[in-house]
């Protein structure tokens, strides 16, 4: 049976994922698709969806600029609901003879709205509701036939109604927790107006990632490349139910993995019954890094070892398809980085480009965000850390050592990162991401009583959503003070530890 779907069109709006996943809370399938899909385009998704409505997302243009995002028109008219949002309200008024105004005035943060008419999307509202704005154009005037549902201060139209036709315009963003009853107003969309029905569930995908993977496989086998996180982990949970020891998974340890990790790796693959493969790449790793300072150099040289290293893995054994835990942002992202410009070379062991031709790729989790991952990894029992981990990059510790990085600079850094991540997780509410980094500046000390000149190690802790923007964590002095003095008198060489206040932006979470 097809599922009941929402199609979300991108008008490149910065909360584009966040509308598909308050979709998904709701128990409704929701994917993401370009702002200007063609009418046969939908026919064709609705040959495998049950498409049942369009949510038009926000934008950062004006409806008036020169290349500004367009859509379909005909989508308009296709019968199926339609509810705009921002950008997307704005365009709707525009093109079916309501008035815009492009004023150069605009308007950013909380709003009251005055709700004119509690019915169709915004059933069980109260008259004022607190909102969440960020537009510069503003709807003055509804196309014929249209009601206008609310109003700001500063907008005449904030929200307008045909109900008739089933099509919707909201100034405000409802997808934002600053929205108030934002999740009422999108649940009024889903079920009252467009009548979908809840039954999308995490849960109920394994069964049909399995036979999807042993599906595309058939008799063959398939290679896959852990890395310890919770994607390729889940992927390799699935594959191995479908292949058992025809799924052949490789770890290429790089050396530059946290305290206990690879052999947690170890355990887990072991338990998974697949034909695993354990790389030790370490020395190969720091040779290649020798005498490269520089982080996007690091970056490059790790990630072209990396590939290299799993292809000759790979050329050793027989596998026809090459499985990866690619997820839902992953593609959305490098599909849309054309004009994006680089901050830093991300080394991931998804997305992995490799000269060895396999029959195919597959991607089982390749619709999902990543809470949707960890609770299908959690309800296939993989362990509590790996369902919870946090974000680790593909080049590891290696671009927490700012300079050169050695041997013995690895060992004190996973030393002291375990001393950091331990005490902030034993003191409770551990932040988004925390770990320790080795600066590459020396400083005097006193141990005992004679002088020492070493290290200064630097603790980073965020709160992020989605690792775009961060702000640092709020750690309490005597948890820090308990980190501190753990290093310097544990780790040989650190006479040093600071804290890193800075939110991202203007700085990074890592520090290289
Ligand atoms: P930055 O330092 O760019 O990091 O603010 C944002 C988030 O991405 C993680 N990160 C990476 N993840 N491969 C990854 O898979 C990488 O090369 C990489 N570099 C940074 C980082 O830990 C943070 O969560």
Not at 39 to 64: C, Q, T
Not at 290 to 302: A, D, F, L, Y
């Amino acid at each position: 049976m097809k599922k009941d779907t929402i199609l979300v069109l991108d008008f490149g709006g910065q909360y584009c994922h966040l509308i598909a996943r308050r979709v998904r809370e709701n128990g409704v399938y929701s994917e993401i698709v370009p702002s200007d899909i063609s009418v046969d385009a939908l026919a064709g998704i609705r040959e495998r969806l049950n498409v049942r409505g369009i949510i038009l997302s926000g934008g950062p243009a004006s409806i008036y600029e020169n290349g500004a995002p367009q859509m379909d028109r005909g989508l308009l008219d296709s019968g199926l609901p339609v509810l705009g949002l921002c950008y997307g309200h704005q365009l709707i008024a525009h093109y079916l003879g309501g008035k815009v105004d492009s004023s150069e005035i605009k308007e950013f943060g909380n709003a009251i709205a005055s709700i004119k008419e509690s019915s169709g999307i915004f059933k069980g509202l109260d008259k004022r509701e607190q909102v969440w704005m960020s537009h510069g154009d503003t709807v003055l005037a509804v196309p014929a036939g249209f009601v206008v549902m609310a109003s700001t201060e500063s907008c005449p139209v904030a929200a307008f109604a045909s109900a008739k036709r089933g099509i919707y315009g909201v100034q405000w963003h409802p997808e934002v927790v600053h929205t108030k009853n934002g999740a009422r107003i999108i649940s009024n969309f889903l079920f009252g107006i467009c009548g979908c029905k809840a039954t999308w569930r995490v849960d109920d995908l394994i069964g049909g990632y399995v036979r999807e993977v042993g599906r595309a496989v058939g008799q063959g086998r398939a290679i896959i490349a852990l890395s310890g996180g919770v994607d390729s982990m889940t992927t390799g949970a699935i594959a191995s139910k479908a292949l058992g020891a025809r799924l052949i998974a490789v770890f290429v340890d790089h050396g530059f993995m946290r305290k206990g990790e690879p052999e947690q790796i170890d355990l887990l693959a072991r338990k998974l019954g697949v034909t695993y493969i354990h790389v030790d790449a370490r020395q190969r790793f720091l040779e290649r890094l020798s005498g490269v300072t520089s982080p996007e150099e690091k970056r490059k040289v790790i990630g072209n070892e990396f590939v290299k290293v799993f292809e000759e893995a790979a050329g050793k054994v027989d596998a026809d398809y090459l499985l990866q835990g690619t997820i839902y942002p992953d593609r959305i992202e490098s599909g849309r980085s054309k004009n994006a410009v680089v901050i830093k070379t991300h080394h991931n062991v998804g997305g992995m480009p490799t000269k060895i031709k396999f029959k195919g790729l597959i991607e089982p989790l390749r619709e999902l965000y990543k809470d949707e991952v960890r609770r299908l990894a959690s309800s296939m029992g993989l362990p509590e850390d790996i369902v919870n981990r946090q974000p680790f990059p593909g080049p590891g510790l290696a671009v927490r050592i700012v300079g050169e990085v050695t041997y013995e600079k690895l060992e004190l850094l996973r030393q002291a990162d375990h001393i950091a991540t331990s005490e902030i997780a034993a003191a409770g509410r551990p932040p988004w991401q925390y770990f320790a980094v080795l600066t590459d500046t020396k400083s005097t000390g006193v141990k005992g009583d004679a002088r020492a000149y070493g290290y200064t190690v630097a603790i980073r802790a965020v709160e992020s959503a989605d690792a775009m923007t961060a702000t640092f964590s709020r750690i309490p002095y005597d948890v820090l003070e308990r980190i501190s003095t753990r290093i310097t008198n544990e780790v040989g060489d650190v006479v040093r530890v600071v804290y890193d206040i800075t939110n991202k932006p203007p700085s990074t979470i890592e520090w290289e």
